[in-house]
């Protein structure tokens, strides 16, 4: 079983282009959290969702950040006109259904650099 | 959700026992105690969870007081390649809800 799958891993863009971050969950998840890791920082919840829906944007910038978790496919966070404070980690993780989601399991990351 | 303290950092040598202690003062009746690890350029990595007392799996044990304001995360023999940050979270379990993470714990294991 393949473990949650992120690409891609490093993206360079600049300023005012669009980033778009993969997450493929583990087979059998439904539940896929993103999260957001600068420098020597711990990581922020950004967006919880299920197939097809959002459940907790809660921790979203309100303007230029999105996500979508389709009935088919991976989830997808885009970040559109990134600025250089965009620059970061980003983790996605997935958790299986009807168990504590305390327990996630987290992808490798995609580093975001904006010049 | 509980707020949570840690050593920001802690230095141990191979061999060696290591004892990560984390403060909650706050922590709610149906809050449970989890820790995560990470290493540089990795996602975090489930370590162990519990709720009282003490748990034990083959990777750590967790020790939990009887009134649950501190927990006390137990590397047995740590090698190098323990070394990591350590993170501690405390929420409540089985429900939908986000991960809190501090800034965690940096443990390097010296030669």
């Known amino acids: 079983n393949a473990g949650v799958m992120q690409n891609p891993r490093h993206l360079v863009r600049r300023r005012g282009q669009e980033a778009r971050l993969r997450c493929s969950p583990m087979?059998?998840?439904?539940?896929v959290y993103w999260y957001r890791q600068l420098p020597e920082e711990g990581l922020k919840f950004m967006v919880y969702?299920?197939?097809?829906?959002?459940?907790?944007e809660s921790g979203m910038p309100k303007e230029r950040f999105s996500a979508e978790f389709p009935k088919e496919g991976p989830s997808i966070l885009r970040i559109q006109q990134v600025v250089r404070g965009d620059s970061a980690a980003y983790f996605c993780?997935?958790?299986?259904?009807?168990?504590?989601?305390?327990?996630?399991?987290f992808g490798p990351g995609t580093r975001l650099t904006v010049l | 959700l509980a707020k949570t303290t840690q050593p920001i950092s802690m230095d141990s040598y191979e061999g060696q026992e290591v004892n990560i202690t984390c403060s909650h003062n706050?922590?709610?009746?149906?809050?449970?105690i989890t820790w995560y690890q990470q290493f540089p350029s990795q996602g975090p990595r489930f370590i162990i969870q519990?709720?009282?007392t003490k748990v034990t799996n083959e990777v750590a044990s967790l020790f939990i007081p009887a009134d649950r304001k501190s927990s006390t995360l137990s590397l047995p023999r740590v090698s190098l390649s323990d070394t990591a940050v350590y993170y501690c979270?405390?929420?409540?379990?089985?429900?939908?809800?986000?991960?809190?993470f501090g800034s965690g714990t940096q443990l390097t294991v010296l030669p």
């Open positions: 993780a997935s958790s299986p259904p009807g168990q504590p989601t305390d327990t996630q399991y």
């Open positions: 087979k059998g998840h439904s539940h």
């Open positions: 969702l299920q197939k097809e829906n959002i459940i907790d």
């Open positions: 706050n922590i709610a009746t149906n809050d449970y």
């Open positions: 519990g709720y009282k």
């Open positions: 979270l405390v929420g409540a379990s089985g429900s939908a809800r986000q991960l809190t």
